[in-house]
């Protein structure tokens, strides 16, 4: 189950960086109009278990919508079956929910998600009473084919963050100087950490052991984790506070770590932004978001060394199968110390 929802937890956020859901798209009906159409007690079954995945899997605003959003599919698909009850769900009505979204087009990887889902649903429905057993248990999933993620090369990363340390430190306009210090913070911390950018984001100025260098995270399912962070990042975060944050600040800024342009705190977007705009200035680097720069961050790791259950527990990874994608970059390692070791090499 706990591998389950780690599963459905890798491909919700997937879905969300794509922006909207493949059911949204040509005209389709919102969720939202979905949702209000369904019979009475299968639209109350989708609110208790969005309360259930919010305050007892504790699960972000987005993974809440995905996974309310694929539970909306679901029993719209057995109400047009004219079964008005969760108790009337079963195996094959699973599997033909899946089989329509296949022939609709949808990807394996979103079918996988939907298959997830339902297996959390099904597994909830059983415990809260609303089915005598749980029919999801027998819900194959479609395999979906991992591609590795892109990521910079050693010497990009270093070329792309060191570039910002330099434009901070010959700004021309002084007024600008606050938010490229804030900018170039974010560079560094996302780079030395491999933090999300929502983790990123929801940082507060006590999250930051200064003398130990380590920064708390609050990540999904409000687990805590300490990540260390560097030199670099250390000298980019005194600037900020002492030159940056003080000329953002204002009453409403509370105590988040960075603050944008108006003085609030930085939203994802604008830190989606800002990496793409600086990625821009480098025609041969692949252009990335800040997940990219996870990705970067883990590789770079797995490369130096790091054995995987440190990356895993660094990167705030549920389990270990979500941080394995990774080594692919051993491959090279091992190369390289085949060639040096092996004397028929």
Excluded at 208 to 219: K, P
Excluded at 221 to 248: N, S
């Amino acid at each position: 189950m706990v591998e389950c929802v780690a599963v459905l937890d890798r491909l919700a956020c997937a879905a969300d960086r794509q922006g909207v859901s493949a059911e949204q798209a040509g005209g389709r009906p919102s969720i939202a109009a979905v949702r209000a159409a369904l019979p009475t007690e299968l639209a109350a079954a989708v609110t208790a278990f969005e309360r259930h995945v919010a305050r007892e899997l504790g699960r972000s605003p987005h993974t809440v919508r995905a996974y309310t959003g694929d539970v909306v599919g679901l029993l719209d698909h057995l109400a047009r079956r004219g079964i008005v009850e969760v108790s009337g769900l079963d195996l094959p009505t699973l599997r033909s929910w899946l089989a329509r979204l296949r022939t609709s087009g949808v990807a394996p990887a979103t079918l996988a998600r939907r298959s997830a889902t339902a297996r959390v649903f099904t597994a909830w429905a059983h415990r809260a009473g609303l089915l005598s057993t749980d029919v999801g248990q027998l819900l194959g999933s479609p395999k979906t084919p991992r591609t590795l993620p892109s990521v910079l090369r050693m010497d990009q990363a270093a070329a792309v963050v060191g570039t910002g340390a330099l434009g901070v430190a010959q700004h021309a306009n002084p007024d600008d100087e606050p938010l490229a210090l804030r900018d170039q913070l974010i560079f560094e911390l996302l780079y030395a950490t491999g933090v999300r950018v929502s983790e990123l984001c929801g940082l507060d100025l006590d999250h930051t052991d200064r003398e130990r260098r380590l920064v708390r995270v609050l990540g999904k399912g409000a687990k805590e984790r300490a990540v260390p962070y560097g030199v670099p990042a250390e000298t980019a975060l005194t600037a900020y506070l002492e030159h940056g944050r003080p000329a953002l600040v204002t009453a409403g800024s509370g105590s988040a770590l960075l603050l944008g342009a108006r003085g609030g705190r930085v939203d994802p977007r604008t830190v989606r932004r800002i990496v793409h705009a600086r990625l821009a200035q480098f025609p041969d680097t692949v252009d990335l978001g800040p997940h990219g720069l996870r990705h970067t961050v883990a590789t770079h790791l797995l490369e130096g060394g790091a054995d995987l259950r440190s990356v895993q527990e660094l990167l705030g990874h549920a389990t270990l199968a979500t941080t394995q994608i990774y080594t692919h970059v051993s491959v090279e390692r091992l190369r390289s110390a085949y060639r040096q070791a092996h004397p028929r090499a």
